[in-house]
């Protein structure tokens, strides 16, 4: 190159890195990505939702099944506690009565004995 | 309070579609890396563009982030081991035929041999019209490295220039 174009040389180069065109059809592509992307990211959303939902609902379940456990196991043994309440009742009644019954006895032989003599 | 500037994306890719291609193409060197780069900087564009303010704000994103996604194209194609050489050869030859004047031509593919930072800095100083502080925001440089950049690799250019092109119009 010769001095006087190298003083140009700015001004060339400006005119040689001026914006190419984009290739066609370059807006259409990105847009049909961006669209796919979207779609694999909403189907990404929906599924980690439904196993979210399921994770929820399973959670749920085996809760509430535990909790049932829990319940049948307070009740099984407020029940043994009860029957147990009642067996000491019944059993503080019977030995009353066998008291009873022995002292009526005992009343009853003396009586007789009185009346032999 | 000023009015809130709602970016619509399409209108964006129009507008600068061929800055961002351009920008791509003259750091790759390659016309289809750069159409790949161009779309993967739309895509990111359009998962960021709540943050993007104004028109303004827009063009600087999209300027920053295609230097910064064609230097990684970049070094991801010299670890894999490709021949940037080779790349560079295929590339000018259908940049040539695309060129209308052949000088010109030449001095896009001499532009390609520059060291990354040095071609950075002189693409968005003369395709973009950029400052030099301008292009240090953009390449979030600082302003010294920049100048120093433009000042060394516009020496080179024109230094490659004045040995290859008297050649060339000479073998024409």
């Known amino acids: 190159m010769e001095p006087e174009e190298i003083d140009d040389f700015e001004q060339q180069l400006r005119l040689v890195l001026e914006q190419v065109p984009a290739p066609p059809g370059l807006k259409r592509r990105v847009i049909e990505r961006r669209d796919a992307q979207r779609t694999a990211r909403r189907r990404r959303v929906m599924w980690w939702g439904r196993l979210a939902l399921t994770t929820a609902v399973i959670c749920m379940l085996a809760g509430g099944w535990f909790w049932h456990g829990i319940q049948q196991r307070r009740n099984g043994q407020e029940a043994r506690r009860q029957v147990i309440l009642a067996l000491r009742i019944t059993s503080r009644a019977l030995t009353q009565m066998q008291l009873q019954l022995a002292a009526h006895n005992q009343s009853v032989l003396n009586r007789k004995q009185d009346e032999q003599e | ?172």
Request: no cysteine.
């Open chain 2, 1 to 172: 309070m000023a009015t809130e500037w709602q970016p619509d994306f399409e209108e964006l890719v129009d507008e600068h579609q061929s800055m961002v291609f351009s920008l791509a193409m003259r750091m790759t060197g390659d016309r289809g890396l750069a159409e790949e780069i161009a779309q993967d900087v739309f895509l990111e564009l359009d998962s960021n563009l709540r943050r993007i303010e104004s028109p303004q704000h827009a063009r600087f994103w999209l300027r920053r982030v295609t230097i910064s996604r064609s230097a990684d194209a970049l070094r991801r194609r010299r670890v894999r081991g490709i021949s940037l050489w080779v790349r560079i050869e295929e590339n000018h030859a259908v940049q040539a035929e695309e060129q209308s004047s052949p000088l010109g031509a030449r001095l896009e593919q001499l532009l390609q041999t520059l060291p990354e930072g040095q071609r950075a800095a002189l693409v968005l100083r003369y395709q973009e019209d950029l400052t030099p502080e301008e292009i240090a925001a953009a390449l979030g440089a600082p302003l010294a490295t920049v100048k120093s950049h433009l000042q060394r690799g516009l020496k080179l250019l024109r230094a490659k220039a004045a040995h290859d092109l008297k050649e060339y119009v000479r073998g024409a």
